[in-house]
């Protein structure tokens, strides 16, 4: 009887261990990082990793807020963590300090700038994008084109891409007030495409022949990073490594140009 009792202990010690191990992993923030490596990976981290993943895209400074407060054991950002942290404590003084966060790189993608193929501009300069994406030139024509209204497509407040595109292109300042702001980056260049005045703020790898990349002097690379708070677990290490063999050489980085 009492082999039998110690062997029922020895199992449900083992469905207990089991059921802890399998608390997935969760990576909340950039849908960049999400869509160019989490998500098409994501079979592959799980195995190479042995965790399961819990994967959210809510932009890069949401997710370093579920980092800070405990919803999220991985914050993906795609902009570096100094950018980012600067931004979010400019709305709320000291909310993030960087001291506290571990930020480890994976990847990097090339930022473009996406118009539809019926658009007669085909390349702008640094300084000329700038004034498009800042609403200082709000039609075509000022810069060349047609006679047709300029909708900026871009990621929410937040997103890393957007972010980086402000910070280097834009010196700190935020994109035209009147930008379409899509929740998810995906759908960038899917609404650029439906709108002949158009131009989208997307990653390079997104661009297919829906669209025409709009040629410019400026280039900007974006990192994909992983965030952590303090010391990480074991699990939290062994994701970080699996999702980094997907980030080192980034298609797009191979194939620009």
Not at 5 to 32: K, M
Not at 41 to 67: H, P, T, W, Y
Not at 68 to 82: D, T, Y
């Amino acid at each position: 009887m009492s082999r039998i009792f110690s062997l029922a202990i020895l199992v449900i010690g083992t469905l207990f261990s089991w059921a802890a191990s399998a608390e997935p992993i969760s990576l909340h923030g950039s849908t960049t990082v999400m869509n160019m490596l989490v998500l098409p990976n994501k079979a592959e981290i799980e195995a190479a990793s042995g965790q399961q993943l819990e994967i959210v895209g809510n932009g890069s400074q949401r997710g370093l807020a579920d980092l800070l407060s405990g919803k999220a054991q991985i914050a993906m950002i795609s902009a570096s963590l100094e950018l980012e942290v600067n931004k979010v404590n400019e709305k709320s003084a000291d909310l993030i300090s960087p001291g506290r966060l571990n930020a480890h790189a994976v990847g990097e993608a090339r930022v473009a700038f996406a118009v539809h193929p019926s658009n007669s501009v085909k390349s702008l300069s640094g300084a000329q994008l700038a004034d498009v994406l800042s609403g200082k030139v709000q039609n075509w024509r000022e810069v060349g084109g047609p006679d047709l209204p300029i909708m900026v497509v871009t990621a929410q407040p937040g997103d890393g891409l957007r972010t980086m595109v402000e910070g280097r292109l834009l010196n700190g300042d935020s994109v035209s007030k009147d930008a379409r702001a899509m929740t998810n980056a995906t759908q960038i260049a899917k609404v650029v495409a439906q709108v002949p005045g158009a131009i989208g703020i997307v990653a390079a790898a997104s661009i297919d022949a829906s669209v025409v990349r709009l040629a410019t002097d400026v280039e900007i690379v974006q990192p994909l990073i992983l965030v952590t708070l303090g010391p990480e677990t074991q699990e939290v290490r062994r994701v970080i490594d699996a999702v980094a063999k997907f980030g080192k050489f980034p298609k797009q980085s191979r194939n620009d140009g």
